[in-house]
């Protein structure tokens, strides 16, 4: 996949176009030249590290947990909301924490 940048908002316009490959769900640069990091299995992993040792142990709401970890999360509201429900399903999946309805726990 090639990306044209026609707007950045904190950096110039680069003068070619970035391109992407496909690496299981992620997408990864073909060069090493751009401007900002993809974020990889490895950088989501530690980040989730980073959440989990800001919980506290035993259960709290899925809404108090996400207040705990609000500075680890970036973008709109809307980005933040999704990056929070992406990082308890893959905790959730690795069992490093226990879901319920409206609830999580560390393990």
């Known amino acids: ?10 950096a110039p316009i680069p003068d070619k176009p970035f391109a992407y490959r496909i690496e299981e769900e992620y997408l990864a640069p073909v060069a090493s030249a751009s401007a900002a990091p993809a974020t990889t299995p490895k950088l989501a992993s530690s980040r989730h590290q980073e959440m989990l040792a800001l919980l ?15 500075p680890l999360l970036t973008g709109s509201e809307e980005a933040r909301r999704k990056q929070w ?6 905790m959730k999946a690795t069992r490093q924490i226990v879901v319920r309805k409206h609830s999580v726990r560390k393990t």
């Open 85 to 90: 429900g992406r990082a308890t399903a893959e």
């Open 1 to 10: 996949m090639i990306v044209t940048i026609q707007e950045l908002k904190n």
């Open 56 to 70: 506290p142990a035993g259960w709290l709401t899925r809404k108090e947990g996400r207040k705990l970890v609000e």
